[in-house]
């Protein structure tokens, strides 16, 4: 049975720093997509970073480029996302996402492209 867990979320002032992880067990994340995605209370949940296959395509959302990085670590069956200058805003709980369907690809940017999800990490960041 596959299993995706997130860990890593948590309660932080503004300005600080967080470190989510996601790992996979019952199914190798390598070679598969994985995203990140977020749902702030009353709105639509939202891909906020995604890393293909290789490590070496990633995407960022406007409001998180130039703070959130996206990396995996294939040996470890894990992908992180590390949040730096966390705002008020970034206040969601947070889902790993991973498309098991479509190895070797790279394009993923729609919640309907991701076929197993983590069971979410709650971030809260305090002004």
């Known amino acids: 049975q596959v299993q995706l867990v997130e860990s890593g979320g948590g309660l932080v002032q503004a300005g600080g720093s967080l470190r989510l992880s996601c790992e996979s067990s019952?199914?190798?994340?390598?070679?598969?997509?994985v995203g990140w995605f977020r749902q702030a209370p009353g709105k639509k949940r939202e891909l906020v970073a995604r890393?293909?296959?290789?490590?070496?395509?990633?995407y960022y959302s406007g409001p998180v480029t130039g703070r959130f990085t996206c990396s995996r670590d294939n040996a470890k069956n894990t992908v992180y996302l590390q949040m730096n200058s966390l705002q008020p805003e970034d206040t969601a709980v947070y889902y790993c996402?991973?498309?098991?369907?479509?190895?070797?690809?790279?394009?993923?940017?729609?919640?309907?492209?991701?076929?197993?999800w983590g069971q979410g990490t709650q971030v809260t960041v305090s002004s």
């Open positions: 996402a991973a498309d098991f369907r479509r190895p070797y690809y790279s394009g993923n940017y729609y919640e309907e492209e991701y076929d197993y």
């Open positions: 019952g199914r190798a994340f390598s070679p598969y997509a």
């Open positions: 890393i293909g296959w290789t490590g070496g395509s990633t």
